[in-house]
């Protein structure tokens, strides 16, 4: 009883120590279990905490700067645009950090809005391969998505769209000229396979563990605007495993990697 009664939110590293196996045993390590649950909730909390900080101090900091300059004294109406152009990027970057991060406290919480209807996968997939070629077309990369079959899954098709769209930018986004891009969906048993392949730079195995996991960068020297905010993947996650599916991926530096979404099929 002490010894919890000493365990506070600053410190939840100790522990009660009962080294019998009777009730009181069992009652301390059960005690010991909440706990170390406890300790580790509140440092997913603390580190989200600070790399939310860190991640928004950035663009902010940018935007204080360029403001300032501008307004040090006259400048011809070029540089003025210019500026604007700077803290207009830098605001959308602010912008779209913010609600990923609203979602995700959504989520935490359990307070999200679902819409749950029968979504056709193979549709899906076709619908978004126009918006994605015009994409790899812009950057020199080739795309290619075949005839996805019809596959019905239950579903927000929103948020699955969302889950789709991440996966196709990073692909995008991380693959040189003039490499290519692709999107598939097959059967298994009674799950449906979204592949998203790609020819870029990939990912070391001793990062691959941990790319799903919030505010985690491959290359932490990557400049903020182009390596994103470190919250897709984990938004991923969260809309697959939410419809009741996984998301694994399988990759190697410099040959590229595939990211496979796993959903489970509408019943006939």
């Not at 010991?32 to 300790?39: D, Q």
């Not at 300032?68 to 605001?91: C, G, N």
Request: glycine share 8%; proline share 3%.
């Amino acid at each position: 009883a002490q010894t919890a009664q000493e365990i506070e939110e600053s410190d939840l590293s100790r522990r009660i120590s009962v080294n019998t196996k009777d009730e009181l045993g069992r009652l301390a390590a059960t005690l010991n279990a909440m706990i170390g649950r406890l300790e580790k909730a509140f440092q997913r909390q603390k580190q989200f905490t600070s790399d939310a900080s860190h991640e928004l101090r950035t663009p902010l900091a940018v935007i204080e700067a360029e403001s300032t300059l501008a307004l040090h004294k006259d400048r011809p109406s070029s540089d003025y645009r210019q500026s604007l152009e700077i803290i207009s990027q830098e605001s959308k970057q602010m912008s779209s950090l913010v609600d990923q991060l609203l979602n995700l406290a959504r989520a935490d919480a359990g307070k999200e809005q679902w819409n749950f209807t029968e979504v056709n996968l193979g549709m899906l997939i076709t619908n978004l391969s126009t918006d994605v070629e015009v994409l790899c077309q812009e950057k020199g990369l080739s795309f290619q998505s075949g005839q996805p079959q019809d596959l019905v899954v239950k579903g927000d098709e929103a948020r699955l769209r969302e889950l789709f769209m991440n996966l196709l930018d990073n692909a995008i986004r991380y693959t040189p000229a003039p490499g290519s891009v692709s999107a598939s969906l097959r059967r298994e048993g009674q799950m449906a396979v979204v592949a998203i392949m790609d020819t870029g730079i990939g990912i070391p195995a001793e990062d691959i563990p941990f790319i799903f996991e919030r505010f985690y960068r491959v290359d932490k020297s990557r400049p903020h605007a182009e390596g994103g905010s470190g919250l897709g993947l984990a938004i991923c996650r969260h809309i697959a495993e939410a419809h009741g599916g996984k998301i694994e991926v399988e990759s190697q530096v410099g040959a590229g990697s595939t990211f496979y979404v796993w959903l489970p099929m509408q019943s006939d």
